[in-house]
């Protein structure tokens, strides 16, 4: 049977109390999911023997969390990703953003959407259902208008997590809402065994910084052609001046499907344990990162050092830099518009 449990979870920096609400399908799958920065604290998930796991990277306590340079599990926003140079021009006027990944403007900037407390209320539906509400107040970190945010985590009885997003605003603003989970399907500290299968035709290719080059680049003959499973390791390895430049895979993927469509992105597996996951999405584009920042620093939960590949990302969103990037999708939110995004992610094991 499925239920919704709150308890506390210390405090947020400027010391509000938080809570950690558990949310169990009643069929093996549990979330456990803070207010603070809407972080999915842990996703236990079973095995092809029922065993059961907690398949993110992450903290077992807020005191960790309020340190989250990865951005483990968190809701992320106002702008996902990143803007080039922090700053973008719209409606003829520029907007100078905080610079905090280098030159550019990454993840919602200082005090993005990871590092607030939001409103929370369990909902009923099908399933067990959490809601999140923030306003983003004019001139948050640059951006222009209030931003009203609501997210909404359900577990349903088929495996899923579904996440749904909306927002409104009183003035035209960027927006690209992601979660930042970080998976890892097995028992070993790495994912090279993981295989992976990509609905995309095209990627986006970078800069340096990690900027997309505004081209389309065809994933024909490239190791990002993941149409067909392949294990992510041998993939990691090749000689590839993308990979290079990002230190691994930490690219946008285009998803061969229609505007607005709820559709596959990708599907994971992991042959030792059994679990697979698999991703649909409304959105354009899904980021895979294959933890090229991870360096073994940073001790999470179980005292485990997270080196790199210790997790996959599967953000789904818009692409970066869109607001300089007019041949994109647009991700200007207008008055009177409503944002919507739906993102699954299912799990199954065999």
């Known amino acids: 049977m499925s239920r919704l449990v709150k308890k506390p979870f210390g405090s947020a920096p400027d010391g509000t109390p938080i809570d950690l609400f558990i949310l169990d399908n009643g069929r093996g799958l549990e979330a456990r999911i803070t207010n603070f920065g809407g972080i999915i604290v842990s996703l236990f998930a079973p095995d092809r023997h029922g065993r059961r796991r907690d398949i993110l990277l992450g903290f077992a306590d807020a005191r960790g969390f309020a340190r989250n340079k990865p951005y483990f599990g968190a809701l992320v926003g106002r702008y996902a990703n990143r803007i080039a140079k922090a700053q973008f021009v719209l409606d003829g006027r520029t907007y100078r953003l905080a610079a905090n990944d280098g030159d550019n403007h990454l993840h919602g900037g200082v005090m993005g959407f990871d590092r607030v407390v939001w409103e929370p209320r369990p909902i009923d539906g099908d399933g067990t259902a959490l809601e999140l509400k923030y306003r983003s107040r004019d001139g948050e970190e640059g951006y222009p208008g209030n931003l009203d945010v609501t997210v909404a985590y359900t577990l349903t009885p088929a495996g899923e997590l579904q996440i749904r997003y909306e927002a409104v ?114 959105e354009p584009g899904i980021q895979f990162y294959t933890g090229n920042f991870l360096d073994g620093t940073i001790v999470g939960k179980r005292g485990q050092a997270y080196g790199p590949r210790a997790a996959i990302c599967l953000e789904a969103q818009h692409f970066p830099d869109s607001p300089n990037q007019p041949q994109f999708p647009s991700t200007i939110l207008r008055p009177g518009e409503v944002y919507r995004q739906t993102t699954v992610y299912q799990f199954t094991a065999a």
């Open 169 to 282: 605003t009183d003035r035209p603003t960027p927006v690209n809402l992601t979660s930042h989970a970080y998976f890892n399907l097995g028992n070993s500290p790495d994912i090279l065994r993981h295989e992976i299968r990509l609905n995309a035709s095209f990627f986006l290719p970078v800069d340096a910084g990690l900027i997309p080059t505004g081209k389309l680049r065809s994933v024909d003959g490239t190791p990002f052609d993941f149409r067909v499973p392949a294990s992510i390791g041998p993939r990691l390895t090749a000689d590839d001046e993308q990979l290079r430049l990002a230190g691994g895979i930490d690219h946008t993927f285009v998803i061969d499907k229609k505007e607005g469509e709820l559709a596959t992105a990708a599907e994971v597996y992991d042959r030792a344990s059994g679990r697979a996951m698999r991703v649909r999405t409304t």
